[in-house]
């Protein structure tokens, strides 16, 4: 099996499409679909298949570009051997979809450090040494920063008795609410400065979004649990759309998440009821329309002409609100095809005069003290 899977991979490798010529041939998908319904007969191995076998057909422009493409080896390769259950602590995961607060020390190190510290200052403490280093700090700030800048007149929203699900098994668990059950991870935090920023500009509560690139769902989880009737449609490449799905159906269960199983058909219209995980691809078939379309840090790992791309697709959903949290700079650009990076930058300012071109106007450009990175966060409307 192992052999199966590295050959796996060198066809993957050999795949990566330039930027400029996107129908380079296809190679390597259909084979590789078929090893992992060999690998496992679960009902997430066979998703993954199935959309890693729809890459082969789908248009060219949905396929990933440079910088992803370099994702798609390690995420696999975790995807087979580290476990669904536990995909929060794959080697991969703070690299691709779930960021993590601090620099990597462990309680070990930082015992390390602090016994030094003490050496210099015999004023340090322990405590303070581990908020310092463990990422404490700054996940205080960012929760902090949520709740002051949140217009829970414009939308009411819990604060206090929510947070991320232990599912997944998450490296890093802060308790800022003050309850004892309740904790956050960097990428939750992230989409509450999202919506914060968000709270300041809507007329009534969203309760339907649309988003491309959500990572493993953490949006549908924020909203879904405390909206039973909110519709919340992730859009995605494999197979963080195997992650997504594995996720939301967890916390909420198959009755109430649509995922790309037998249920959805290879083509045509897709009737999203509740809230669904389906295949970049499939976007142009979602029916009805958004309230928001949110964009986190995914446009900026594309070229520009997907974006402009997917930008139309959205508009034709006709969202009332977009938010788009992405470089104001761009990603570095790679040295050469298949190295690190992307092969044109995409910026925050570019993202959001795609949408003025589609008729939407900014409401608000947000940095700090709200967004502490490279980010720029835009809220824009269109009536």
């Not at 066809?11 to 690998?39: C, F, I, N, Q």
């Not at 476990?83 to 960021?99: D, I, T």
């Not at 070990?108 to 200052?121: L, M, P, S």
């Amino acid at each position: 099996m192992r052999r199966v899977m590295n050959k796996a991979r060198r066809e993957m490798r050999s795949w990566r499409l330039r930027p400029g010529d996107r129908a380079t041939e296809r190679v390597g998908h259909a084979a590789r679909a078929a090893k992992l319904r060999a690998y496992d007969g679960s009902r997430w191995s066979k998703l993954t298949a199935r959309s890693l076998a729809g890459i082969e057909t789908c248009k060219p422009v949905y396929r990933p570009t440079n910088f992803w493409s370099m994702g798609l080896d390690p995420l696999l390769r975790d995807l087979e051997g580290g476990g669904l259950h536990r995909f929060k602590r794959w080697p991969s995961a703070s690299v691709w979809f779930y960021p993590i607060y601090g620099r990597g020390f462990t309680n070990a190190t930082i015992k390390q450090t602090y016994e030094f510290a003490k050496t210099q200052n015999d004023r340090t403490t322990l405590p303070f040494m581990t908020n310092a280093l463990n990422g404490a700090l700054d996940a205080r700030r960012d929760y902090d920063a949520v709740c002051l800048a949140w217009d829970q007149d414009r939308w009411p929203f819990d604060l206090v008795n929510f947070g991320e699900s232990k599912v997944g098994e998450p490296r890093e668990y802060y308790h800022e609410s003050e309850l004892p059950d309740v904790g956050f991870g960097r990428p939750y935090l992230n989409y509450l400065l999202i919506l914060a920023a968000l709270s300041k500009h809507v007329d009534a509560p969203p309760r339907s979004v649309l988003e491309i690139g959500g990572g493993f769902g953490v949006l549908g989880e924020i909203l879904m649990s405390r909206d039973p009737q909110a519709r919340y449609v992730d859009v995605d490449i494999p197979p963080l759309l195997t992650v997504a799905s594995y996720y939301l159906t967890e916390l909420f269960g198959a009755d109430r998440v649509t995922i790309f199983d037998e249920s959805v058909p290879d083509e045509g219209p897709i009737d999203i009821a509740r809230s669904a995980v389906v295949p970049n691809w499939r976007i142009e078939d979602i029916t009805g329309e958004f309230d928001v379309f949110v964009n986190a840090f995914s446009f900026q790992e594309m070229e520009p002409d997907v974006v402009a791309h997917y930008i139309a697709a959205v508009a034709a959903k006709h969202p009332r609100y977009v938010v788009s949290l992405n470089s104001k700079a761009g990603k570095p650009v790679a040295k050469k095809e298949n190295n690190w990076g992307v092969m044109e930058q995409v910026t925050s300012a570019m993202i959001s005069s795609k949408f003025e071109d589609h008729g939407y106007q900014v409401l608000g450009r947000y940095g700090r003290p709200l967004i502490v990175s490279a980010g720029e966060l835009v809220v824009m409307k269109r009536d």
